[in-house]
C-alpha cells in the first residue's frame, strides 16, 4: 500500500480501489469470523483456492490496483452473524447465500456456480420448504437494519484497499478537511448517539467535556472488553469490519484534540486483536495513522491492549487502571474518565459499537441519524441472539424494535418447539423480559422503566424448561467469581446472595429467603462502588419481580416447576420394571435404597442425594429422575 | 530460586516492550504464552528490570484470570460457561470430562501434566454453543460425548 499524502491522494485512491472492486464481477466470500472458522471455513477457503489454481481459473486474493475483470476474487469476509449455519459462502453478484458448506462442496461450487453462473439449490438456506437464494431473502436478515454492520460479511475484513474502494475513511476526509473540532462535536451531540456499551450515556456530552478540558494530553479509549457472558456484537465488528470503528476513533482524536488512542480487547477474542494490528499496521502505511496525517496538522497513533480476563475492565475506571498496567480495580468516582482518566488525563472512553457509529453520523448528518428509531434513542442496535431460538447470530434492528419482531421475526421463534418463557437482557447487569412485554420497544428507556437495560446487547432466550431460579444463579455466580474484591457490599453481599440461591435452588431455601435477596440487593445496590456491583443484584431483582412463583416452589415445595433443578429431582424406582437384582443398593453411596432380593426395591426419599449412580446401575432401566 | 533459569527469554521480551511500569500486563502475558504460565523464578527478575516491588507484580499476576502461577497441562481445555453455552448444557460437558480425567473443581490439571480443564466466562461463540477450546482452538455444538471423543484424540495425539 502506498503512502497517502494527502486528500487529492486519499480520493484517487479510493477511486481506483472502487473501480477495481466494481471490475472484479465474480466474487467469493468466505467467512472467517469466529463462527466460522471454528465450523472449517478456512479448510474452504483453502479447497476453493486449490480447486481454482487447477482448473485455471484466475483468481484474485487480494485487490488489486488494475482491475482484472475476468479474476474471481476469494476473500475473507468478517462475521455475517448467522453463525449457526456456518460456514457462510457468499457468491457475488447474485448475493448467493450458501450455508453449511462442507470441503466437498468446494468442487460443485466452482464448476457450477463460479464457472457456469448456476444456483446450488442444496447448499441454500431453506426453512419450511422454501428455498432462499439470495442473502438477503432469508427472513434473519430480511427484518434486519444493517447499519453498522453492513460491511460485515460483504468486504475482505482485512483489506483497507477494499474499505477504501467502497468509500472507507470518506467521514474522516469530510471532518479533518471540512469541519471544525467543535463541529464534529456538535454533529455528535445532535444526532443524540448514546453509549451501546450498556448505560446509555450521550456520546457528544462526553466527547464535548474531553474537547473543553485542559490538558497537555489527553486520550481515546475504545472499550472492546465486552465481558458480558452471551454477547458478541463488538467481537463482530472487531473482526468483521476493522476500519469503520478505527476511522471512529480518529475523528473522536480529531474532535476531541487527542493524539493518542487505546483499544482495549479481551484476551479471548484473539482474532479481534489480529484483525485490529493489521488494521492498524495498514492505515499507518497508508500514512491514516502516524504523524501529520493527510499532510495536515492532525497526528494520531493508536495502541492495543490485551484483556487478562477480569470483567471489572469493562467499567471505565478499571479498564484505565488495566492499560497503565494495575490491578483493574474501578475507583470513586467523581471526578469522572472525562476529566481525570487515562494517566489521570482528560480521557473519551467510548464502545466499539458507539465509534463504529461515528463515521456514518459524519457522513450522512446527525439529522439522518435521527430518523432512525425513536428520538431519545435514536439509530440501530446490535443484539447477540442466542439461547433456546432457532436462529442464534448477530443482529441489528432499529432501537425501539419490539422483542417480539426480534424473536419470532429475525430469531425464526423458539427452538425445538419450546415455549417462550422469558430473555435476560443486559447480561449480569440486566434483567429478564417476560411473555408480557415481547411488544415493548428495546430502548434504552423502555427497558430501564421495566428493570431491565439494554447493556452491551445480549439476547439470551430461554424456553418453559429454564429455571428462572437457577438462571439468577448463575449470574449471581458469575458476578460473584468477576467481583474485584475492594468494595464490602459487591464482595460481601454478592457471596451471601449467591449462597442464598444456591440452597434455594438445592432444595433447603427457607421461609423469608425471598426478603432477604430483596433486602440484600437493595444494600448492594444503593452503595456498592462502581455500576458493576451496584446492577449485580438486577438479574435476582427482576426473576422475583416476574417469577416469584417459582421461588416459592423451590422454597416451600422443594420442586423446579421447570424440571431442571438436579437436586430438586426425585429418583423412583419403577416397581413394573424392578426385578429385585440389588444392584442399585449396593451402588448407593448413601444406603438410601433397601428391598429384599427378587422383590421390589425403594428409594428413601430422605435419605437420597440425587446422584443418580443408581439410575446409571439398573440393567432394566427401572430408575427414572423426574 | 533455580539458578538454571534462562532469563534471555525475559530479556527478549522486555526489549520488545520496553522497561516501562504500564507494560507490566503485555509483558506477564507474552511470558505466559512462552512457558504456558507464570514461573515464580521470574517474579524477583522482572521486578529489578521494571523497578518496581515484586509484590506489585503478584498483585496484578493474581488479579487477572488468565494468569497462572501453576503450570498447565500439554492441553488446556476450557469449557465455555457463557449465558448461552450455559443454558445449551455447558455443564454437563465439564461434568463429563472432569471425571473421565479424574478432575474436579481445585484439581484443574492431570498428574501426567497432560491436561488442564477449566472454564471460561464467554468466548463470544454463542452461536454455536456450546462450545469448548482445547489451546485455543474453538470446537462447536459440543455434547458430552462428542468432548469424551475429543480427549480420545488428543490421548491418542500425545
Given at each position: 500500500m502506498e503512502k497517502i499524502r494527502n486528500r487529492e491522494d486519499l480520493r484517487r485512491v479510493r477511486a481506483e480501489y472502487g473501480a477495481a472492486l466494481e471490475a472484479q464481477k465474480k466474487k467469493i466470500l468466505v467467512c472467517a469470523g469466529t463462527g466460522c472458522v471454528s465450523s472449517g471455513s478456512l479448510d474452504i477457503y483453502d479447497r476453493l483456492k486449490t480447486l481454482m489454481e487447477e482448473r485455471g481459473i484466475p483468481c484474485s486474493v487480494e485487490l488489486a490496483e488494475e482491475p482484472h475483470g475476468d479474476?474471481?476474487?476469494?476473500?475473507?469476509?468478517?462475521?455475517?452473524?448467522?453463525?449457526?449455519?456456518?460456514?457462510?459462502?457468499?457468491?457475488?453478484?447474485?448475493?448467493?447465500?450458501?450455508?453449511?458448506?462442507?470441503?466437498d462442496d468446494c468442487e460443485e461450487i466452482i464448476d457450477r456456480t463460479i464457472a457456469r453462473g448456476e444456483h446450488i439449490e442444496r447448499l441454500a438456506y431453506q426453512r419450511d420448504g422454501e428455498v432462499c437464494k439470495r442473502q438477503d431473502?432469508?427472513?434473519?436478515?430480511?427484518?434486519?437494519?444493517?447499519?453498522?454492520?453492513?460491511?460485515?460479511?460483504?468486504?475482505?475484513?482485512?483489506?483497507?484497499?477494499?474499505?477504501?474502494?467502497?468509500?472507507?475513511?470518506?467521514?474522516?476526509?469530510?471532518?479533518?478537511?471540512?469541519?471544525?473540532?467543535?463541529?464534529?462535536?456538535?454533529?455528535?451531540?445532535?444526532?443524540?448517539?448514546?453509549?451501546?456499551?450498556?448505560?446509555?450515556?450521550?456520546?457528544?456530552?462526553?466527547?464535548?467535556?474531553?474537547?473543553?478540558?485542559?490538558a497537555d494530553q489527553k486520550y481515546i479509549v475504545c472499550n472492546g472488553d465486552e465481558g458480558d457472558p452471551g454477547a458478541f456484537m463488538d467481537r463482530s465488528i472487531m473482526e468483521g469490519d476493522p476500519h469503520r470503528m478505527l476511522e471512529g476513533m480518529m475523528i473522536a482524536?480529531?474532535?476531541?484534540?487527542?493524539?493518542?488512542?487505546?483499544?482495549?480487547?479481551?484476551?479471548?477474542?484473539?482474532?479481534?486483536?489480529?484483525?485490529?494490528?493489521?488494521?492498524?499496521?495498514?492505515?499507518?502505511?497508508?500514512?491514516?495513522?502516524?504523524?501529520?496525517?493527510?499532510?495536515?496538522?492532525?497526528?494520531?497513533?493508536?495502541?492495543?491492549?490485551?484483556?487478562?480476563?477480569?470483567?471489572?475492565?469493562?467499567?471505565?475506571?478499571?479498564?484505565?487502571?488495566?492499560?497503565?498496567?494495575k490491578r483493574g480495580m474501578p475507583r470513586v468516582k467523581p471526578p469522572r474518565t472525562v476529566e481525570h482518566g487515562l494517566f489521570d488525563k482528560p480521557t473519551v472512553l467510548n464502545n466499539v459499537e458507539t465509534f463504529a457509529n461515528v463515521p456514518l453520523i459524519i457522513q450522512n448528518g446527525a439529522a439522518w441519524y435521527r430518523s432512525i428509531g425513536p428520538e431519545n434513542s435514536p439509530g440501530t442496535k446490535a443484539f447477540a441472539l442466542t439461547g433456546n431460538i432457532r436462529n442464534t447470530g448477530l443482529i441489528e434492528v432499529p432501537m425501539g424494535t419490539t422483542l417480539r419482531e426480534v424473536?419470532?421475526?429475525?430469531?425464526?421463534?423458539?427452538?425445538?418447539?419450546?415455549?417462550f418463557k422469558a430473555v435476560q437482557i443486559g447480561g449480569p447487569s440486566g434483567g429478564c423480559l417476560t411473555k408480557e412485554q415481547l411488544d415493548l420497544p428495546m430502548d434504552f428507556d423502555s427497558l430501564k422503566k421495566v428493570g431491565a437495560m439494554v447493556g452491551s446487547g445480549g439476547l439470551v432466550v430461554m424456553d418453559?424448561?429454564?429455571?428462572?431460579?437457577?438462571?439468577a444463579r448463575f449470574f449471581m455466580n458469575f458476578t460473584q467469581n468477576e467481583s474485584c474484591g475492594k468494595c464490602v457490599p459487591c464482595r460481601e453481599g454478592t457471596r451471601r446472595m449467591l449462597a442464598i440461591l444456591e440452597r434455594i435452588v438445592a432444595g433447603k431455601g427457607q421461609e423469608g429467603d425471598i426478603d432477604l435477596l430483596l433486602e440484600l440487593?437493595?444494600?448492594?445496590?444503593?452503595?456498592?462502588?462502581?455500576?458493576?456491583?451496584?446492577?449485580?443484584?438486577?438479574?435476582?431483582?427482576?426473576?422475583?419481580?416476574?417469577?416469584?412463583?417459582?421461588?416459592?416452589?423451590?422454597?416451600?415445595?422443594?420442586?423446579?416447576?421447570?424440571?431442571?433443578?438436579?437436586?430438586?429431582?426425585?429418583?423412583?424406582?419403577?416397581?413394573?420394571?424392578?426385578?429385585?437384582?440389588?444392584?442399585?443398593?449396593?451402588?448407593?453411596?448413601?444406603?438410601?435404597?433397601?428391598?429384599?432380593?427378587?422383590?421390589?426395591?425403594?428409594?428413601?426419599?430422605?435419605?437420597?442425594?440425587?446422584?443418580?449412580?443408581?439410575?446409571?446401575?439398573?440393567?432394566?432401566?427401572?430408575?427414572?429422575?423426574? | 530460586m533455580n539458578e538454571s533459569f534462562d532469563f534471555s527469554v525475559m530479556d527478549g521480551i522486555l526489549a520488545e516492550h520496553g522497561c516501562s511500569e504500564s507494560n507490566i500486563i503485555a509483558i506477564l502475558q507474552d511470558t505466559q504464552e512462552h512457558y504456558r504460565y507464570l514461573p515464580r523464578e521470574v517474579f524477583p527478575y522482572?521486578?529489578?528490570?521494571?523497578?518496581?516491588?515484586?509484590?506489585?507484580?503478584?498483585?496484578?499476576?493474581?488479579?487477572?484470570?488468565?494468569?497462572?502461577?501453576?503450570?498447565?497441562?500439554?492441553?488446556?481445555?476450557?469449557?465455555?460457561?457463557?449465558?448461552?453455552?450455559?443454558?445449551?448444557?455447558?455443564?454437563?460437558?465439564?461434568?463429563?470430562l472432569r471425571s473421565e480425567l479424574g478432575l474436579s473443581e481445585t484439581k484443574k490439571t492431570t498428574d501426567d501434566m497432560l491436561f488442564t480443564v477449566e472454564t471460561v466466562s464467554c468466548l463470544g461463540s454463542c452461536g454455536l454453543a456450546p462450545v469448548l477450546t482445547?489451546?485455543?482452538?474453538?470446537?462447536?455444538?459440543?455434547?458430552?460425548?462428542?468432548?469424551?471423543?475429543?480427549?480420545?484424540?488428543l490421548k491418542e495425539k500425545a
Open positions: 479474476t474471481v476474487g476469494l476473500k475473507k469476509s468478517g462475521c455475517h452473524g448467522f453463525c449457526e449455519m456456518g460456514p457462510l459462502v457468499r457468491i457475488e453478484p447474485q448475493g448467493w447465500l450458501y450455508v453449511k458448506v462442507r470441503p431473502e432469508i427472513p434473519f436478515y430480511k427484518k434486519q437494519t444493517r447499519l453498522v454492520l453492513e460491511h460485515c460479511g460483504h468486504i475482505d475484513a482485512t483489506s483497507i484497499r477494499e474499505y477504501l474502494g467502497i468509500g472507507g475513511y470518506s467521514a474522516f476526509e469530510k471532518a479533518l478537511f471540512e469541519m471544525t473540532p467543535d463541529l464534529i462535536v456538535s454533529a455528535v451531540s445532535d444526532s443524540n448517539l448514546r453509549g451501546r456499551g450498556g448505560g446509555g450515556f450521550p456520546t457528544g456530552r462526553k466527547w464535548a467535556q474531553v474537547r473543553r478540558g485542559e482524536g480529531l474532535a476531541c484534540g487527542a493524539t493518542q488512542g487505546y483499544i482495549y480487547v479481551r484476551a479471548e477474542y484473539p482474532m479481534a486483536v489480529s484483525r485490529l494490528r493489521e488494521a492498524i499496521r495498514q492505515d499507518e502505511e497508508a500514512g491514516l495513522l502516524g504523524d501529520n496525517i493527510l499532510g495536515t496538522a492532525f497526528s494520531f497513533r493508536l495502541h492495543i491492549n490485551r484483556g487478562a480476563g477480569a470483567f471489572v475492565c469493562g467499567e471505565g475506571s478499571a479498564l484505565t487502571a488495566s492499560i497503565e498496567g424473536i419470532f421475526d429475525v430469531g425464526g421463534g423458539m427452538r425445538d418447539g419450546g415455549e418453559d424448561k429454564t429455571c428462572m431460579v437457577e438462571v440487593a437493595d444494600t448492594i445496590s444503593a452503595t456498592a462502588l462502581c455500576g458493576l456491583g451496584k446492577t449485580a443484584p438486577m438479574p435476582v431483582v427482576s426473576t422475583i419481580k416476574y417469577f416469584r412463583d417459582e421461588y416459592e416452589a423451590h422454597i416451600r415445595d422443594k420442586r423446579c416447576p421447570a424440571g431442571s433443578c438436579k437436586k430438586l429431582a426425585r429418583i423412583e424406582i419403577d416397581p413394573a420394571l424392578c426385578r429385585g437384582c440389588s444392584k442399585c443398593s449396593h451402588v448407593c453411596p448413601v444406603s438410601a435404597i433397601s428391598g429384599k432380593v427378587r422383590e421390589k426395591f425403594v428409594i428413601d426419599q430422605s435419605k437420597c442425594i440425587k446422584c443418580g449412580t443408581c439410575v446409571g446401575a439398573c440393567p432394566f432401566h427401572a430408575i427414572k429422575e423426574g | 522482572l521486578a529489578r528490570k521494571l523497578r518496581v516491588s515484586e509484590a506489585k507484580l503478584y498483585s496484578v499476576a493474581t488479579f487477572y484470570e488468565n494468569f497462572s502461577l501453576d503450570p498447565k497441562g500439554k492441553y488446556v481445555i476450557r469449557v465455555c460457561d457463557g449465558t448461552a453455552c450455559h443454558v445449551r448444557k455447558s455443564i454437563p460437558i465439564l461434568e463429563r482445547v489451546n485455543g482452538k474453538v470446537y462447536p455444538t459440543m455434547t458430552p460425548d462428542k468432548a469424551a471423543e475429543i480427549l480420545g484424540e
